[in-house]
């Protein structure tokens, strides 16, 4: 398997590993995947008063490019409203990391992360729903 | 003893099961023959044909004697995945009148298996035995899956992956009482255990030169000759090897494969004893530094040359990906689309994720304690940093157990 150097960066300098206190209400989680698939993916958002992304953290389990796309929409989310960063498409994610066709899952994986982890803040902050879904 | 250095920024070299390099001996005794000696063997009329014979019958005793063998009792082949394609099919289509039925284990190589799987397909009917979860197979419920019409079983003498020995010697007896033949890939056996065809009872069995420190492209099938065994021809020419394989013999590649089984056999105790305490110690070295490693096969009835590990928690691309600083095999096979884990440590009854977290550590004549020890302080570092990154780590480690997550499978 080859991999991008953008893959191969992220995946030996990934950024923003590990978590925040999940009862934290200005936390949202969001964890998609399957041990049993090959990926599992825990992406959380710490947003704050403005409804501005101010922090990300992520932990994946999973291959070098679930691992990189990860750990680029962490850097991705950071300054954004929430409904801008629901706007984060996982065809940009595969463009900017180059990922092969057989990788494209990865993507996927790492954009429903977003929306898992928005929609776990929404819910915890008065259940609003996502405007965008 | 002769050294093969490798220049120093290569990986770490730890996948012998898979192949090795020749040994200088060897590459010795073949060079002759692709120069001066060039002839062909199955010249007769001329001391080119005859002296290149001459090196063929002399290599065709030396794999003999390995195996405890008559010399007329080797064929040689390509390798060892025609040997067992002839073994199998040449056996099955001879035999076709007083039965179609096969049997053979879930942990074969697919050299067997595809095998197998082609005979079904011309009407043949195969049992693929299910193993313990140490790999070997039960004695009792190999008996039972015998028939009247079972004309050959097949077994694989130590597993590629697991390096597990199966119980040869009662599965030959057993087989023998039954009169159904049987046939024994002896390819990761051969130069790491006794070898003896006697002791075992088998009928047929599969060698490979490049497991031993020989060339590629070059084996051979032991076909018993009392009581005679008979095969099918799968290649059809010049009736060479006695009609049952045509072919110009390769006659450097049969040197190389008689020089390396001599030398094998030689080495073998002193490979054995050495292997095995670098055996233990990266077994030793890893399990101290780092949790949740899980052995798979037999650790008593196996060759010391293999260590596979599964590693928690960790995903095996990844895994893989981080130790490319030394050349292993995995249980997971990212040849394709989808990550298959190995179908040999699924018959163990082994998780996907285990499976695919796998590592096989192939240990041989020429690595040292120093890689050894590299290759240890490599994996405790590799495994500790994805682990870091793992969710699953961090729940294993808050107590969580895994199995009762729900997953959002997609
Ligand atoms: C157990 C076993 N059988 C058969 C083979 C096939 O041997 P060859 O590469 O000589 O065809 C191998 C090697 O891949 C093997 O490990």
């Given amino acids: 398997m080859a991999y991008s150097e953008k893959v191969i960066d992220h995946y030996e300098n990934p950024r923003n590993v590990g978590g925040f206190d999940k009862n934290d209400t200005s936390v949202g989680t969001g964890m998609v995947g399957a041990p049993a698939c090959g990926d599992v993916m825990r992406l959380q958002i710490k947003v704050n008063e403005q409804g501005i992304i101010e922090d990300a953290k992520f932990k994946t389990y999973g291959c070098g490019s679930a691992i990189a796309s990860s750990s680029l929409v962490t850097e991705w989310v950071k300054g954004k409203t929430l409904d801008e960063a629901m706007t984060i498409k996982n065809s940009q994610i595969a463009e900017e990391l180059e990922l092969p066709p057989v990788k494209i899952h990865c993507s996927v994986l790492a954009e429903d992360a977003i929306k898992a982890a928005i929609a776990d803040y929404r819910s915890k902050n008065g259940g609003v729903a996502s405007e965008t879904h | ?410």
């Avoid at chain 2, 590629?216 to 290649?235: H, M, S």
């Avoid at chain 2, 013999?249 to 020089?259: C, D, S, Y």
């Avoid at chain 2, 285990?354 to 004549?365: K, M, V, Y």
């Avoid at chain 2, 495994?383 to 699953?392: A, Q």
Wanted: proline letters at 4%.
């Fill in chain 2, 1 to 410: 003893m002769n050294r093969i250095v490798l220049p120093e920024q290569r990986p770490i070299y730890l996948d012998y099961q898979s192949t090795t390099p020749v040994d200088p001996l060897v590459v010795e005794a073949m060079l002759p023959y692709l120069t001066e000696n060039f002839g062909n063997p199955a010249s007769r009329s001329h001391s080119y044909g005859w002296s290149a014979e001459k090196a063929v019958e002399r290599a065709r005793e030396q794999v003999a004697a390995a195996i405890h063998a008559d010399p007329r009792e080797i064929v040689w082949t390509s390798g060892a995945t025609e040997a067992s394609n002839l073994a199998i099919k040449g056996a099955a289509h001879f035999y076709s009148g007083k039965g179609r039925h096969l049997i053979t284990l879930r942990t074969e190589h697919k050299a067997t298996l595809d095998t197998c799987r082609q005979l079904e397909r011309e009407g043949f009917e195969v049992t693929y035995l299910e193993v313990q979860e140490n790999g070997l197979v039960d004695l009792d419920v190999f008996r039972a899956a015998l028939r009247p019409d079972t004309i050959l079983a097949s077994v694989l003498y130590v597993n590629n992956e697991i390096g597990v020995i199966q119980p040869m010697e009662e599965i030959g007896k057993m087989l023998r009482e039954h009169k159904v033949l049987f046939h024994v890939d002896a390819v990761q056996a051969l130069g790491k255990i006794p070898v003896d065809v006697e002791a075992i009872q088998a009928d047929l069995m599969s060698l490979s030169a490049h497991k031993i420190y020989g060339p590629k492209g070059i084996g051979a099938l032991y076909v018993r000759r009392k009581p005679r065994v008979r095969i099918e021809a799968q290649i059809h020419g010049g009736g060479h090897e006695r009609g049952m394989r045509s072919g110009t013999l390769p006659t450097h590649q049969i040197v190389g494969m008689g020089a390396a089984a001599e030398l094998a056999v030689q080495l073998m105790d002193s490979d054995s004893k050495r292997i095995r305490q670098l055996r233990d110690r990266l077994l030793v070295g890893i399990t101290s530094q780092v949790e949740e490693v899980y052995i798979n096969g037999d650790m008593e009835h196996r060759v010391p040359h293999n260590l596979n590990l599964s590693f928690a928690y960790v995903e095996g691309e990844s895994l893989i990906m981080a130790l490319k600083g030394i050349a292993v095999s995995s249980g997971s096979a990212c040849t394709s689309a989808s990550l298959e884990p190995s179908y040999v440590l699924r018959a163990l009854g082994k998780s996907d994720e285990l499976a695919h977290s796998s590592i096989r550590f192939g240990i041989g004549r020429y690595t040292t304690e120093e890689e050894i020890d590299a290759t240890i302080a490599l994996v405790a570092a590799k495994v500790g940093k994805l682990r870091e990154l793992s969710p699953l780590w961090e729940m294993h480690l808050e107590g969580i157990d895994l199995n009762s997550v729900q997953w959002a499978a997609h």
